[in-house]
T-cell receptor, first 112, second 116 residues
Framework: GAGVSQSPSNKVTEKGKDVELRCDPI?????LYWYRQSLGQGLEFLIYFQGNSAPDKSGLPSDRFSAERTGGSVSTLTIQRTQQEDSAVYLC??????????FGPGTRLTVL | AQKITQTQPGMFVQEKEAVTLDCTYDTSDPSYGLFWYKQPSSGEMIFLIY????DQQNATEGRYSLNFQKARKSANLVISASQLGDSAMYFCAMREDAGNNRKLIWGLGTSLAVNP
């Protein structure tokens, strides 16, 4: 079956613009996670969804970051008024058993 | 304080030899899970192995095994019979189960190079 997909694969934007990153999880996976990976670093947790609700938003770095999930499936991470420090690879993962998380290929965001 | 510590920024191993990648963790939660992921240069994050804090035996998955020493709070990854395709970044991660937490906390990774 299909794995986790993310779009776009690359996004270059100007400082101050808004961006939307999309994640399509594996069908049937109720849990969805967003992480951020800066160059040469480990992953930083952003937000977790169980179904359409987000029990844990503790990793969102500022109120410029928001995410939603509809129909228990697709999720969108929105970054408003992007800053250069937002440049990173944004990774989405999904899981059905809270153990193994399956990751998508990521979206590489570059803010100029 | 770092919750996950990977002390080896880079490691080299000769093809067909075994290698151990170190990971220590810090938690007061009695229930937790430990994970290892591989990230090749292509960027995808690949799950390798999982160990639950209450598991009595060390986890094994093919050439991967997790040397779980609970009292020392260490969860080292052992790769046997290294292959050239094992060259990648390796990340250790932990999930603390208190409060139905589901997020993973990650180490900074170890870069493994397998030499022919």
């Amino acid at each position: 079956g299909a794995g986790v997909s993310q779009s776009p694969s690359n996004k270059v934007t100007e400082k101050g613009k808004d961006v939307e990153l999309r994640c399509d999880p594996i069908s049937g996976h109720t849990a969805l996670y967003w992480y951020r990976q800066s160059l040469g670093q480990g992953l930083e947790f952003l937000i977790y969804f169980q179904g359409n609700s987000a029990p844990d938003k503790s990793g969102l770095p500022s109120d410029r970051f928001s995410a939603e999930r509809t129909g228990g499936s697709v999720s969108t991470l929105t970054i408003q008024r992007t800053q250069q420090e937002d440049s990173a690879v944004y990774l989405c993962a999904s899981s059905h058993n809270y153990n193994e998380q399956f990751f998508g290929p990521g979206t590489r965001l570059t803010v100029l | 304080a770092q919750k996950i510590t990977q002390t080896q920024p880079g490691m080299f191993v000769q093809e067909k030899e075994a290698v151990t990648l170190d990971c220590t963790y810090d938690t007061s939660d009695p229930s937790y899970g430990l994970f290892w992921y591989k990230q090749p240069s292509s960027g995808e994050m690949i799950f390798l192995i999982y160990q639950g804090s209450y598991d009595q035996q060390n986890a094994t998955e093919g050439r991967y095994s997790l040397n779980f020493q609970k009292a020392r709070k260490s969860a080292n990854l052992v790769i046997s019979a290294s292959q050239l395709g094992d060259s990648a970044m390796y990340f250790c991660a932990m999930r603390e189960d208190a409060g139905n937490n589901r997020k993973l906390i990650w180490g900074l990774g170890t870069s493994l190079a397998v030499n022919p």
